[in-house]
């Protein structure tokens, strides 16, 4: 019996050393956990980069209409200020 250190990262493990294992070679698995605080700092993690994503494609596009300040300006009355 050999014992391996992997990763799962959410598809597949991935061993921590190089295993003496022949491509195509079958293993039966016996998971263990060992750090379970992992998984939750993987989920965390997760969630980060799909919020990093959703504001990257949100910063994309221009919230504001070309025609903004145009409006603005005739809704607002704007006051120079020229003794400063």
């Known amino acids: 019996m050999t014992a391996v ?4 990262d959410g598809n597949v493990f991935i061993p921590k050393t190089r ?3 022949t491509n195509g ?11 379970a605080g992992f998984l939750e700092k993987q989920m965390k993690l997760e969630a980060l980069r799909k ?3 959703e504001i ?11 025609e903004f300040d145009k409006i603005l300006s005739q809704r607002v009355k704007f006051r120079e200020i020229s003794d400063l």
Do not use: M, W
């Open 56 to 66: 990257q494609e949100l910063n994309k596009t221009d919230p504001l209409p070309k």
């Open 25 to 35: 070679t079958e293993v039966t698995l016996t998971i263990e956990t060992i750090n």
């Open 19 to 21: 295993c003496n294992f």
């Open 5 to 8: 250190r992997a990763i799962y």
């Open 51 to 53: 919020l990093t994503k």
